[in-house]
């Protein structure tokens, strides 16, 4: 695996990766990894020839009180995880490369970043879409893979690829989940023994609405007793809970397919997000 941190010395890297018609898939990443991304990878590989994975702390998706410098940074343990699962190439630029001195240009996709965690993150998905557009410019791949666990993030990133026409198939993992059913997430390295604990009442209260959901629940009191039951668990605050169409991310008071549970709740200082499936196929 080429670790590269020059865009140039990429393009070429790229370039020889794909001779032949040889396919390319990209894993964006911020490192900290886990077997939720090393998924992502695992898929990359099995829908195109090889794989770039990119390691990049992205500022300008972090708000001014967020946890950009304490995000955990361990780039040689990431390295070994993505070796081993035969990455080709690891992008791991700097800040500087990525966002020379001057740099003035923003991607906002307006309609799906507004609501949800762009409510409650203002900014972070502009930042989001901006590196996403810049990842897929320097790496240039044939496909793309994200998780299914940053639900809107996966819905901004389809809808900007489709709006300013990149040449990229975006493809959604399932989320991977801890045996308790919690979201694997880098931010879980946040949680005291006692919070990881209680954070299962999380995944499980979203699993109970989805199921009430579909089976013709009342989707007000469905969402209202998981908000309950996560509470009880030990949650301290939600910043969200709803259903939403899986694509556009419209809320919806009743539910109709495609359809996804979205939720964000706070447990101590860390902010945790998950969505559900209503259906089985979405
Ligand atoms: O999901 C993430 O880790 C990040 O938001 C991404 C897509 C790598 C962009 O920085």
Same mark, same amino acid.
């Given at each position: 695996?080429?670790?590269?941190?020059?865009?140039?010395?990429?393009?070429?890297? &790229?370039?020889?990766?794909?001779?032949?018609?040889?396919?390319?898939?990209?894993?964006?990443?911020?490192?900290?990894?886990?077997? /939720?991304?090393?998924?992502?990878?695992?898929? /990359?590989? =099995?829908?195109?020839?090889?794989?770039?994975?990119?390691?990049?702390?992205?500022?300008?998706?972090?708000?001014?009180?967020?946890?950009?410098?304490?995000?955990?940074?361990?780039?040689?343990?990431? *390295?070994?995880?993505?070796?081993?699962?035969?990455?080709?190439?690891?992008?791991?630029?700097?800040?500087?490369?990525?966002?020379?001195?001057?740099?003035?240009?923003?991607?906002?996709?307006?309609?799906?970043?507004?609501?949800?965690?762009?409510?409650?993150?203002?900014?972070?998905?502009?930042?989001?879409?901006?590196?996403?557009?810049?990842?897929?410019?320097?790496?240039?791949?044939? &496909?793309?893979?994200?998780?299914?666990?940053?639900?809107? %993030?996966?819905?901004?990133?389809?809808?900007?690829?489709?709006?300013?026409?990149?040449?990229?198939?975006?493809?959604?993992?399932?989320?991977?989940?801890?045996?308790?059913?919690?979201?694997?997430?880098?931010?879980?390295?946040?949680?005291?023994?006692?919070?990881?604990?209680?954070?299962?009442?999380?995944?499980?209260?979203?699993? %109970?609405?989805? *199921?009430?959901?579909?089976?013709?629940?009342? &989707?007000?009191?469905?969402?209202?007793?998981?908000?309950?039951?996560?509470?009880?668990?030990?949650?301290?605050?939600?910043?969200?809970?709803?259903?939403?169409?899986?694509?556009?991310? =419209?809320?919806?008071?009743?539910?109709?397919?495609?359809?996804?549970?979205?939720? *964000? *709740?706070?447990?101590?200082?860390?902010?945790?997000?998950?969505?559900?499936? &209503?259906?089985?196929?979405?």
């Amino acid at each position: 695996m080429q670790i590269i941190r020059d865009i140039e010395t990429l393009r070429e890297a &790229v370039v020889a990766l794909k001779q032949g018609g040889k396919s390319v898939a990209l894993v964006p990443t911020m490192g900290a990894l886990h077997d /939720g991304h090393l998924s992502l990878v695992r898929m /990359g590989r =099995e829908a195109a020839d090889h794989v770039v994975a990119s390691i990049f702390v992205n500022p300008t998706q972090f708000g001014p009180n967020e946890d950009f410098a304490a995000y955990p940074r361990d780039e040689a343990r990431d *390295a070994a995880l993505l070796r081993g699962e035969g990455t080709a190439i690891l992008w791991a630029p700097d800040v500087a490369t990525v966002y020379p001195e001057g740099h003035s240009s923003h991607i906002e996709v307006a309609e799906l970043g507004a609501d949800y965690c762009g409510a409650a993150r203002p900014g972070h998905f502009d930042g989001v879409a901006t590196i996403v557009a810049k990842l897929f410019n320097q790496v240039q791949p044939d &496909v793309a893979v994200f998780g299914e666990k940053d639900w809107q %993030q996966l819905a901004i990133i389809r809808r900007m690829a489709r709006d300013l026409d990149f040449p990229v198939e975006i493809l959604g993992a399932p989320i991977a989940r801890d045996h308790d059913g919690l979201a694997l997430s880098s931010r879980n390295a946040y949680l005291s023994a006692e919070e990881r604990k209680a954070a299962a009442a999380f995944p499980a209260a979203l699993q %109970q609405a989805a *199921a009430a959901i579909a089976g013709g629940a009342d &989707v007000g009191k469905a969402l209202a007793d998981a908000e309950a039951a996560i509470l009880a668990g030990g949650f301290d605050s939600i910043d969200y809970i709803a259903l939403a169409d899986a694509e556009s991310l =419209e809320r919806l008071q009743q539910y109709r397919p495609p359809a996804r549970l979205l939720a *964000a *709740a706070r447990i101590g200082k860390t902010r945790l997000i998950d969505n559900h499936a &209503v259906n089985a196929s979405y």
